[in-house]
């Protein structure tokens, strides 16, 4: 892999962060909400077609962040309507996303168990 590829990845997914920085500290979105809106932005752009192109380009970087979420649930969702039909649109992005859901979720037990959680007050 050479320099230029890591620059591409970095820039991409930092690029993704810092517009939703920005938009953290200079509207009212909360974090949870601009989560949504890059998950669903992914979404969309894939089902455009248009997310792939970045993918193409930036690889990690644009399959990490949120809008890699939705990219991964719509694409899974689209390669198993051609697979197994309507039931595919169904079972298709949950199928292609289980790996790092999973891993989301059993991390973020062992965390909270040899952490000492707190809520915001």
Do not use: H, N
């Amino acid at each position: 892999m050479e320099l230029l590829d890591y620059a591409k990845t970095f820039l991409t997914g930092g690029g993704i962060c810092l517009i939703g920085q920005i938009l953290m500290d200079t509207t009212r979105l909360t974090a949870p909400r601009v989560l949504v809106i890059f998950v669903t932005a992914g979404g969309i752009l894939t089902a455009l077609g248009m997310y792939q192109p970045l993918v193409d380009w930036a690889g990690t970087g644009a399959t990490v962040p949120l809008p890699g979420f939705g990219y991964s649930l719509v694409k899974g969702a689209q390669e198993a309507v051609l697979e197994k039909g309507l039931l595919g649109a169904l079972t298709g992005g949950m199928s292609a996303t289980a790996a790092g859901v999973t891993t989301a979720i059993v991390f973020g037990y062992l965390v909270a168990l040899l952490s000492d959680p707190k809520s915001k007050r």
